[in-house]
């Protein structure tokens, strides 16, 4: 394809807008040609970000105006499936937000439209992949330079949720990012969940009962804490310390500017995911307008991996309501998704 790719952005909220521009400023080869947002004052905000782009309340009729070549869902995920459904039937290249959809249930049925098609169309937002400092890691486990890898502590720190987050979100809007990337680091997927309740803290809304403390256990023996933690008031921090047979690796340590005053020392913390990920945001999107373009059609993590996760955060939400040491059961990836 020599034309840029016109995308349409399903979606205009934090993350959507947040895409419309980066596509606009950053990603080649690509841009928004259409925003679909039923709410008019939110397309309008947005498009003012995307030069002559259309705006649509339905896909559908995006799509009759066959002004589009592919399509990017940045929709609260209840939204996924009836935005997935007419975008694979129009046979369009998608770049979904995490999750697939909000059941395993709801994504198998996904997958079984898309197995109709040549090739996966779909390709999962789970933009940790893309991070340096992830990407990096993995290559040292993939090494073996640092003996086997033992553990994974991860951090996942946010300053505060919107008032719409519920206590299932923990697992379902949080850790779902953990269940994509931790097996993808570590190369084994999840075999058990198990979740722990600390001491609440008071400052969190009345709602959520947190933090909370998730164990995985991957097939291949490597244990995972979690530490998921909403209310930390700070700051947005995601890191993460693997423990090997040989030593330790860190990622996500603050970076940038260090201060040294009044007796004091100072880094600048992120205070959202949309700068803590900017950088990775921008990779997983440029990589995947360049796999359309060649006709590969995806670069990232595909369906299956996020059915994966739907598996995972099943199997997460009821542990968190109590149900112990929880199984997830995957059926073997079909050669459709090799
Ligand atoms: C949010 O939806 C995200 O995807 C962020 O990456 C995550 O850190 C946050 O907890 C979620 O609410």
Redesign the pocket.
């Known amino acids: 394809m020599t034309e840029e790719l016109r995308i349409a952005v399903v979606g205009a909220g934090m993350?959507g807008a947040d895409h419309i521009k980066r596509i606009t400023c950053r990603i080649a080869g690509a841009r928004v040609a259409a925003v679909v947002e039923p709410d008019a004052g939110r397309a309008a905000a947005a498009t003012t970000h995307a030069p002559g782009a259309l705006t649509f309340s339905r896909l559908e009729d995006a799509i009759e105006t066959d002004a589009l070549d592919a399509v990017l869902i940045a929709t609260p995920g209840q939204f996924h499936a009836p935005v997935l459904k007419p975008a694979l039937a129009a046979r369009l290249p998608i770049l979904c937000?995490?999750p697939l959809t909000q059941t395993s249930e709801s994504s198998r049925e996904i997958l079984e439209l898309e197995q109709q098609l040549d090739r996966p169309h779909i390709q999962l937002g789970f933009?940790?992949r893309f991070d340096a400092e992830y990407q990096a890691l993995r290559e040292l486990v993939g090494s073996g330079e640092s003996g086997d890898l033992l553990m994974v502590r991860a951090l996942?720190r946010?300053p505060s949720?919107?008032d719409g987050?519920t206590q299932d979100?923990l697992i379902t809007?949080?850790v779902?990012?953990e269940f994509d990337v931790v097996p993808w680091l570590a190369g084994s997927p999840v075999k058990t969940v198990e979740v722990k309740h600390p001491r609440r803290n008071s400052l969190a809304p009345a709602r959520l009962s947190e933090p909370i403390l998730v164990i995985m256990e991957l097939e291949n023996g490597v244990l995972v804490d979690v530490e998921?933690n909403?209310s930390v008031q700070f700051g947005?921090q995601?890191a993460t310390e693997a423990v090997f047979e040989k030593g330790i690796a860190r990622i996500g340590q603050p970076a940038g500017l260090q201060q040294w005053e009044a007796g004091f020392f100072r880094v600048k913390e992120h205070e959202s995911?949309t700068t803590?990920?900017a950088a990775a945001y921008d990779a997983q999107i440029q990589r995947w307008v360049d796999a359309v373009r060649r006709g590969t059609l995806i670069d990232g993590p595909n369906a299956w991996d996020g059915y994966l996760v739907a598996l995972s955060c099943e199997a997460g939400v009821t542990a968190l309501h109590g149900g112990g040491i929880v199984p997830v059961e995957a059926p073997e990836r079909p050669s459709f998704y090799a």
């Open positions: 993350m937000e995490k933009m940790r996942h946010n949720v919107p987050y979100m809007d949080s779902v990012h998921m909403v947005y995601v995911f803590r990920f």
